[in-house]
């Protein structure tokens, strides 16, 4: 799960003036936003974009804002190039153009990121006047 941290002393800050509703209210715009943004071609990883909060000794709240598929880190971030090999089989299949293809090793050029989850915070954090820091 791609993940962005806020900064944690304006978080503070908001939280001691605010309820806890503010934050929440917040991670589900998050969601919505997060869901307005990733790429659809099933509707899979739009469906799976979900929020979950934690706390920690019940002082601190944490909402973290992501999705189970294993390929959402890989929308997100993007890929490099890499080299895919078959792990059952003795040849990769797929279709190019309509034609069917065999091949016992591909070099995969990579994906680039479509940060979808990285912008939805930015998005709604820049919207509700927090600052974001990465680490």
Not at 33 to 45: D, E, I, Q, Y
Not at 80 to 98: C, E, Q, S, Y
Request: glycine share 6%; hydrophobic share 40%; proline share 4%.
């Amino acid at each position: 799960m791609a993940r962005l941290r806020l900064d944690r002393a304006a978080l503070n800050r908001t939280f001691r003036a605010t309820s806890r509703s503010e934050g929440e209210i917040a991670a589900r715009q998050v969601v919505a936003r997060a869901k307005v943004l990733a790429p659809v071609a099933t509707g899979r990883l739009r469906a799976s974009i979900r929020v979950e909060r934690r706390s920690t000794f019940g002082l601190r709240q944490r909402w973290t804002v992501g999705s189970d598929v294993d390929y959402a880190p890989m929308v997100n971030d993007g890929t490099r190039p890499h080299v895919i090999r078959p792990r059952t089989k003795k040849a990769l299949k797929f279709k190019i153009g309509g034609k069917t293809v065999f091949a016992a090793v591909v070099n995969h050029p990579g994906t680039r990121a479509r940060p979808f989850l990285d912008r939805a915070l930015a998005d709604v954090a820049r919207s509700r006047g927090y600052s974001i820091t990465q680490r």
